[in-house]
């Protein structure tokens, strides 16, 4: 399991939750920033600083926010 950056992060990117990260697994894409679920430690340092409550629990996501798992998935060629 893993935390997955969701659709508000597209708007905001302002990098917050990569300073708090203990494993350093969130790096900046294009469109907005992305959690490597194979190195997310599920710790939840980052949903907890992020402003606009992007960051959700990889199973706590509703069928609409899988493809931005998919989507970090895809950034880091998992
Ligand atoms: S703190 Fe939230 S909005 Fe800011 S970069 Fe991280 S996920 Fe995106
Ligand atoms: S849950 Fe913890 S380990 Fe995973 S991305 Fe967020 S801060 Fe990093």
């Given amino acids: 399991m893993a935390f997955v950056i969701t659709g508000p992060c597209e708007t905001e990117k302002a990098g917050e939750c990569v ?3 203990p494993v350093d697994c969130i790096e900046e ?3 907005q920033f992305y959690i490597n679920p194979d190195i997310c430690i ?3 340092a980052c949903k907890a600083v992020c402003p606009v409550d992007a960051i959700e629990e990889e199973y706590d996501l509703t069928p609409e926010q899988e493809t931005y798992l998919e989507k970090a998935e895809k950034y880091f060629g998992i």
Avoid: P, Y
């Fill in 42 to 44: 599920d710790c939840g």
């Fill in 19 to 21: 300073t708090v990260c």
């Fill in 29 to 31: 894409g294009q469109d």
